[in-house]
Every structure is written in C-alpha cells, then in structure tokens.
C-alpha cells in the first residue's frame, strides 16, 4: 500500500499575503490542498488566484469566531453578539450551526469554488453542535470531512475520504523544520493529512490575526529545499482531498487508485 499525503494549507481567504502564499507553495509542489474562509476580507482575492490553479484541491474553512457571519444575524442568534458578529461563547445551537454552514458553503460555491471537503477553523467540529451539522453537509454533498481524532460524533467514518492519520502540529517555532521533517518520516502506508499555516505579512494580515511573522516562518520551513527531497525519498504520493473521493481511496482501505502526483 503506498503513502498518500495531503498537505493542506488552512487560513485561505483571510488575507491576501496568505493567499499568495499558498498557491506559491503549491506551484513549488509542496502544498496540495488550501481551506479556504468565505467570511473574511481576502476571500474575493483568494477566489481570483484559485481559478487560475486548478490543480490546488480547495475547501471549505467553517468559521465562527472569526469576523460576520454569512447568514443574516437575526436567523442565527446563538452565533452572534449584539453587533452582530461571532460572539465565541460557545452556547451554539445546532439549527443556527447548520444555518450559518449552508450559508457559507453556499458562498463558496457561488464564487466557482467545486469544494473538495469540509473543515473547520479551530478545530470547532470537536465540539457536537458542529460537528453534528457538518457530517450531515458532509453526507449529503458527498464531500470528505477533515478527521482529526478528536470528532465526538463516530459517524465522520463512514465519510468517503476520511484519512487514517493526521498531523496537526504548527512549524514556526525553533525545531519546526526538524519536526516537519520528523511527521514526513512517520507518514504510514495509507492516506494522511498534515496541515500548515503559511503566508506573507501584508498590510492586512496583522488586522485579522495574531498570527502574523510566524506564518513566515512556516512558509519558510515549507519552502526548504530538504522538505521536497524527504517526500521523494520516502515516495510519499502527494493527493488532495479531490483525489481520494474520486479515486477511490478511503480511510484504511484502498480500492485502486493510479497515482495522481508523484514529486
């Protein structure tokens, strides 16, 4: 059975420093997959690099501690504080959950984007309230869904797509290349993820996030000439998660599949 890797870049659609970044480590042949965040003012940006690569697997980033919603507040009252935006209370109701999911997937879709799986931004599908309307998206547009181990729901492994492993470690500080290096190492026979947060530092990025120079950092470790060179000496096949719906590759088990990349 061969090695199968996904390396998804999170945080798409945030700024457009971060959206460069992406594409640029997937044209190096590094990253192959980004989660893109329909509710942040990069969004338009990232839609217009996307189309012009589309052998980037894209999908959808749910978000609900970041910025406005998509629904109208008034529909999703739990989400929301008084102005509006993403309250982060954490009290969610899963009918607003659901909502809120539709309405951003909906928005992706109607960009262009043909979503290759679903996540989420801060791990949220740990929590069932999310986690509950997301495997019901999931099943229903027939789309894999990020497993992180930490899902409490069971039935996100019934999913197509769904890998065996998942690498979930951040690469910005002072041994980020050698433990890059050390889960390239430990990708098993099967399919993994292993997800990054690369990008440049814009004019943008420090509006939105904290995480601003550190994204630097992992491009940089990303982008070492030695990352590239482990995966071929390791002949791990570089996949996004496009490949394993329509090729047939499923968690623990490979029907068949032609490699699509090899780096």
Same mark, same amino acid.
């Given at each position: 059975?061969?090695?199968?890797?996904?390396?998804?870049?999170?945080?798409?659609?945030?700024?457009? +420093? %971060? !959206?460069?970044?992406? *594409? &640029?480590? @997937?044209?190096?042949?590094?990253?192959?997959?980004?989660?893109?965040?329909?509710?942040?003012?990069?969004?338009?940006?990232?839609?217009?690099?996307?189309?012009?690569?589309?052998?980037?697997?894209?999908?959808?980033?749910?978000?609900?501690?970041?910025?406005?919603?998509?629904?109208?507040?008034?529909?999703?009252?739990?989400?929301?504080?008084?102005?509006?935006?993403?309250?982060?209370?954490?009290?969610?109701?899963?009918?607003?959950?659901?909502?809120?999911?539709?309405?951003?997937?909906?928005?992706?879709?109607?960009? +262009? %984007? !043909?979503?290759?799986? *679903? &996540?989420? @931004?801060?791990?949220?599908?740990?929590?069932?309230?999310?986690?509950?309307?997301?495997?019901?998206?999931?099943?229903?547009?027939?789309?894999?869904?990020?497993?992180?181990?930490?899902?409490?729901?069971?039935?996100?492994?019934?999913?197509?797509?769904?890998?065996?492993?998942?690498?979930?470690?951040?690469?910005?500080?002072?041994?980020?290349?050698?433990?890059?290096?050390?889960?390239?190492?430990?990708?098993?026979?099967?399919?993994?993820?292993?997800?990054?947060?690369?990008?440049?530092?814009?004019?943008?990025?420090?509006?939105?996030?904290?995480?601003?120079?550190?994204?630097?950092?992992?491009?940089?470790?990303?982008?070492?000439?030695?990352?590239?060179?482990?995966?071929?000496?390791?002949?791990?096949?570089?996949?996004?998660?496009?490949?394993?719906?329509?090729?047939?590759?499923?968690?623990?088990?490979?029907?068949?599949?032609?490699?699509?990349?090899?780096?």
């Amino acid at each position: 059975m061969a090695k199968y890797l996904i390396i998804n870049a999170d945080d798409s659609g945030l700024a457009p +420093g %971060i !959206n460069q970044a992406v *594409i &640029d480590l @997937h044209q190096a042949g590094v990253v192959t997959s980004t989660s893109l965040m329909v509710n942040m003012p990069g969004f338009k940006d990232a839609v217009k690099r996307i189309r012009h690569v589309p052998t980037l697997g894209v999908g959808l980033h749910f978000n609900l501690s970041e910025g406005s919603p998509i629904a109208p507040p008034n529909w999703i009252p739990s989400l929301v504080d008084h102005k509006g935006e993403f309250s982060n209370n954490l009290g969610w109701d899963e009918s607003d959950v659901m909502t809120e999911l539709k309405a951003q997937m909906h928005r992706l879709q109607s960009a +262009g %984007i !043909n979503p290759t799986h *679903i &996540d989420s @931004h801060g791990f949220i599908q740990k929590r069932m309230a999310v986690c509950r309307p997301m495997l019901i998206l999931a099943r229903t547009m027939n789309l894999p869904m990020r497993r992180t181990g930490w899902e409490p729901d069971p039935r996100i492994n019934s999913l197509p797509g769904v890998v065996d492993k998942f690498f979930s470690n951040v690469y910005f500080e002072d041994n980020g290349k050698s433990l890059l290096l050390s889960n390239l190492n430990s990708v098993p026979h099967g399919t993994t993820e292993l997800i990054c947060h690369p990008g440049y530092v814009d004019e943008y990025l420090p509006k939105v996030s904290t995480w601003t120079r550190v994204r630097e950092i992992e491009y940089s470790v990303l982008a070492d000439p030695e990352v590239i060179k482990t995966i071929r000496r390791l002949k791990i096949i570089l996949v996004n998660y496009g490949h394993l719906k329509y090729f047939g590759i499923l968690a623990n088990k490979i029907i068949s599949m032609t490699p699509m990349q090899k780096v």
